[in-house]
């Protein structure tokens, strides 16, 4: 039986990517443009974050979030908004002295991560379920701050997208629904290939899908080269895709990608190949149970 596909296109991140692909949005105006267009190629969520225009490093100014979200919602699009929360849970060790904080450490209280959602109601928001050594440092989701966010997130009226790396993660998750904090049956979001998580491979894919609640509806993406594969096994275990130049910077190997909306294509030429169709906005807020609107 067909089904109705929804791609997510996570637009920009907060890696240093721009100076590898000119093609990475930076400014607010260059973010919501990238999202438009991701959105006329088949996107029906963008997810977000935003960038110091001058540096092009991660940001958390909350006057960037509104003008990215301003532009796309007076542009007159129907595509769903997700903002990220990732940002302020990033810990490295002070060389001098480890029990402290190195200059490079971002950390932030939970009304701090969430106060953007709070304030702009996006339709969804983001909402990483737990700590994982990332690279050479740590990111940083105790429990105790995950639920906070996760109760001003519900009292905002946005959905959250429960990102998990890894099962510990997902089991969080599971008991963060049971407990009331996030309204079932949620919504996953399934992240493979980032070290030193879940890899990106069919088992693992398959691994935690089988962990989630009955009826959730859950999307998956890899990084890098794991990208597209990716989207084809997402398909094939009945999830739904992530794609963007937040995870991937190249449309095949060795060729960048020109934007946003060309990762976007392809990953609908995978879907319709596969024999599903790519869901519109209207239909990922009936599949998601949200309303027409969250402005």
């Known amino acids: 039986m067909q089904r109705k596909v929804i791609i997510s296109c996570a637009v920009t991140g907060s890696a240093d990517t721009p100076s590898r692909n000119p093609a990475v949005p930076v400014t607010p105006e260059e973010i919501?443009?990238?999202?438009?267009?991701?959105?006329?190629?088949?996107?029906?969520?963008?997810?977000?974050?935003v960038r110091n225009p001058k540096t092009t490093k991660?940001?958390?100014?909350?006057?960037?979030?509104r003008e990215v979200v301003e532009r796309i919602?007076?542009?007159?699009?129907?595509?769903l908004i997700n903002?990220?929360?990732?940002?302020?849970?990033?810990?490295?060790?002070?060389?001098?002295?480890?029990?402290?904080?190195?200059?490079d450490s971002v950390l932030k209280s939970p009304e701090d991560r969430v106060r953007h959602v709070v304030e702009l109601k996006p339709d969804?928001?983001?909402l990483d379920m737990g700590s994982l050594n990332m690279g050479d440092r740590v990111f940083v989701n105790?429990?105790?701050?995950?639920?906070?966010?996760?109760?001003?997130?519900?009292?905002?009226?946005?959905?959250?997208?429960?990102?998990?790396?890894e099962t510990g993660h997902l089991l969080l998750a599971k008991r963060f629904i049971e407990n009331g904090y996030v309204k079932p049956p949620g919504m996953f979001q399934i992240c493979?290939?980032?070290?030193?998580?879940?890899?990106?491979?069919?088992e693992a894919m398959a691994y935690m899908r089988n962990l989630l609640p009955p009826d959730s509806l859950w999307f998956a993406f890899g990084i890098s080269l794991h990208q597209f594969p990716m989207v084809a096994q997402t398909v094939l275990l009945g999830g739904h895709p992530r794609v963007g130049l937040e995870d991937n910077i190249y449309l095949e190997k060795g060729k960048l990608a020109s934007s946003n909306a060309a990762l976007v294509e392809k990953a609908a030429k995978i879907i319709e190949v596969l024999g599903d169709h790519v869901a519109t906005p209207k239909d990922a807020r009936q599949l998601l149970g949200l309303a027409a609107t969250n402005v």
């Open 124 to 126: 969804i928001c983001s």
């Open 142 to 165: 105790t429990p105790k701050h995950l639920q906070a966010m996760a109760v001003a997130i519900k009292d905002a009226g946005v959905m959250p997208e429960l990102e998990v790396f």
């Open 83 to 103: 903002l990220t929360t990732g940002p302020g849970a990033r810990f490295t060790h002070d060389e001098a002295d480890p029990s402290k904080p190195g200059p």
């Open 73 to 79: 919602r007076a542009s007159g699009s129907d595509v």
């Open 192 to 202: 493979l290939g980032i070290s030193w998580g879940q890899p990106a491979t069919t």
């Open 32 to 49: 919501a443009n990238s999202a438009l267009d991701a959105a006329k190629a088949g996107a029906a969520i963008v997810h977000i974050h």
């Open 58 to 65: 991660p940001s958390m100014d909350a006057a960037l979030y």
